[in-house]
Nanobody, 129 residues
Framework: VQLQASGGGSVQPGGSLRLSCAAS????????IAWFRQAPGKEREGISC????????PYADSVKGRFTVSRDNAKNTVYLQMNSLKPEDTATYYC???????????????????????WGKGTLVTVSS
């Protein structure tokens, strides 16, 4: 069972990147997949979460209107489209899931419990001129 984030790189402010989160060993569409990021010296930040059971896709205020999460069940992959990137978006981005839940309730909880969260290997995004 594995999650692997990819697609990171260096981009100038205002640019775009699309991150991918590929799953192996399980069917991704059966679970909620969340995106997080962590910049050096900063706390981990939840970005968004997508599932087949939740009507609304939550986005962090810091990325709302710029980032879009989507999924391709045929490819067993979730995407994070990042537009209008800013230097403050520089971070390592991770995808994650909690196999106890089919929806994003574990992500949207006021106090997240990460004890059972399965993390993928991250991908670094650097936004700099």
């Amino acid at each position: 069972v594995q999650l692997q984030a990819s697609g990171g790189g260096s981009v100038q402010p205002g640019g775009s990147l699309r991150l991918s989160c590929a799953a192996s060993g399980f069917t991704l569409e059966h679970y909620a997949i969340a995106w997080f990021r962590q910049a050096p010296g900063k706390e981990r930040e939840g970005i968004s979460c997508i599932s087949n059971v939740d009507t609304n896709i939550p986005y962090a205020d810091s990325v709302k209107g710029r980032f879009t999460v989507s999924r391709d069940n045929a490819k067993n992959t979730v995407y994070l489209q990042m537009n209008s990137l800013k230097p403050e978006d520089t971070a390592t981005y991770y995808c994650a899931t909690d196999f106890r839940f089919v929806g994003c309730s574990w992500y949207t909880a006021s106090e997240r419990n990460y004890d059972m969260v399965h993390w993928g290997k991250g991908t670094l995004v650097t936004v700099s001129s």
